[in-house]
Structure formats: C-alpha cells, structure tokens
C-alpha cells in the first residue's frame, strides 16, 4: 500500500494512505538518505509503502520512495547530523508586511536563496494590506514588480479583513505548502483563515530522546479544505540553515545565474571582476540593486542584516 507521512513523532509516523485513512506505522528496516546523516530516517511529505499489521490497526514503513526535495534543521548538539523537517514540498510562501512590523527585502532574498537551494518553488504573501497608504501602495507595487519579474509570484491580502484569501485558497489546491514568516506578520491569522478548525489542533509537541536530550518538535501538515497540505515554520530559521558554497551563491539568484556565463571569468564572484555581466545589468538597472546589495550581503556573511 502507498502512503503519504502527515506527521512523525520521530518512532511513530501517521501514514494517510490512498483512500483517505490514517494509520499509525512504525519503521522497519534501514533508510539512509544520500549524502546526509540524519537523525530522522522518514518525514512529514515523504511517501512511502507500508503494509499492515496483523491487526490491522497499525502499519509498518517498509519502502521510502525517491524524495523530489527535503529541508533540513542542522542538529545543535550532534555535529554533522540534520533533521529533516519536510521532504516533497509543491512550495514555500513568505508572508512579509511593509509595515507593523516591517519585513526586510535582505529577510526576504535570503528566505529565497534558501527555497533555490532547496529546489523549492516560492512565492511571497504581502500581508496587511488595509493598512496601505497610497504611498505604501506605490512602495508595494515597486516590491512586486521586483519580485514578479525575476519569477516569484506575489499575493496582496489582508487576512485580517479577509481580502483576496481566495487567491491563495487556489495556490494551495491540492500542494503542499510550506509557510514561513517572522513573527507579527500575521501567518497565525492568515493560517486560522485558511483552515478554520486548525485552532484545535494547535499544541506544542516536544520529545525527549532517551538519552535525555530535548529534540525540536517535529513538523506537522495540516490538511487543507479544498485538497493540498499546510507545513508551519515558525520563520525563516527553519528554511535558512543551510550552508551554501560562496561560489555557488550566484546560482541561487534567477536573475544573476541567467547572465552568469556572460561573465569574462568562470569563477568570477560578480564583486569587482572586469568583464562581470552582472555588475554590468546592476549598473544598467535590469538586475535591482537591492537584490545585488542581498547578494553581496549574503557572499560576504552578514547574517545580521536586517
Ligand atoms: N491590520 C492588520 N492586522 C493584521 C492582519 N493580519 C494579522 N494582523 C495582526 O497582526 C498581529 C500579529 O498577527 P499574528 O497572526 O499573531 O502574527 P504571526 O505572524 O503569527 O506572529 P507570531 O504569532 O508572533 O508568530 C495581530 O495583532 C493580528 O491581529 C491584517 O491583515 N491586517
Ligand atoms: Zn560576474
């Protein structure tokens, strides 16, 4: 039988198998997962084979099928080794506001570059829009026209009001989602409005493994009404740990990573080469300084950038 992994406990997983029910399954076996070690062998977004217990009421994981993307959390305190957070994710949505509080476009390009390195699609949510001036407006129509144009789709919605939530009613039809956004942007509004019930359903979960560390709560999906799944983060730190190569950073940039083989050297950085093509559209305009300043920002290790 096939199944879809909607929540992990870390020794339990609740599998929803193709007809709709859920069954609690255990592992049997050994899974690896190429090139990393990690602490968790099966996570929520993973699809996998089972068959049932003989009693029925229980199931055991016995295959793990190929994984189109995962994100991970670095292990504090066992070096080298990740936690899989989410595998198979459709997308990843940042919910930003211009305003109470504001979202930096550094907050945003790095939740971006991680969603490339990823292999995740993304998307940004502007949220709190009855609160626009027309001024704030204009500052919103410029952010978009950014973000559009190198290929990241943009929603304007207020979820307080409920303003143009049926837009991303249909983006997250039948996908599954990952949410992300720093804390007062409203997600836990946008999120309660999405899925009505899910308030019941909230509740920390911690583990503690038994050798007396306390492991981070694992990932949760959400169903959602229309079909597709919800994934909560609590921020950008889920989707930004990450370790990306200098040289590689490029790559994660659309707009730059399309010019970059126009660039005079191979391994030009894109900072101060001759010949660069990139620092040549930064200068003509037709890549945004504010993306390029997110690049170097990034290159030179200034998480702190706000
Ligand atoms: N004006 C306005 N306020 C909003 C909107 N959405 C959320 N808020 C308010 O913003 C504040 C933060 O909303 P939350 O949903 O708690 O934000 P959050 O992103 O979940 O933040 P944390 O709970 O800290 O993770 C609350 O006072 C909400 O009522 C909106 O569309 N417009
Ligand atoms: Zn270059």
Known sequence: MQGLVIKSTGSWYQVETEDGTVLDCRIKGIFRT??????????????VEIELEPDQDTGIINKLKERKN??????????????????????????????????????????????????VPAG?????????????????????????????PCYEVSALEGTNLEQITDVLKDKVTLISGHSGVGKSTLINKLIPEIELKTGEVSEWSDKGQHTTTFAEMHPLPQGGYLIDTP????LGVIDIEKQELGHFFPEMRQLMNQCRFNNCRHINEPGCAVVEAVNEGSINLSRYESYLSIYHGNDTRS
Do not use: H, M
């Open 34 to 47: 190429k090139d990393i070690k990690t602490t968790n062998p099966i996570a929520v977004g993973d699809r």
């Open 70 to 119: 995962y994100i991970i959390r670095k292990s504090v305190n066992l070096s080298k080794q990740a936690q899989i957070i989410a595998a198979n994710l459709d997308q990843a949505l940042l919910v930003v506001t211009l305003a109470s509080p504001r979202t930096s476009l550094g907050f945003v390009d790095r939740f971006l570059v991680t969603a490339e390195a990823y292999d």
């Open 124 to 152: 940004i949510i502007f949220n709190k829009l009855d609160l626009f001036s027309d001024e704030g407006l204009e500052i919103l129509a410029e952010y978009e026209e950014i973000y559009t144009s190198i290929g990241y």
């Open 235 to 238: 921020g950008i730190r889920e």
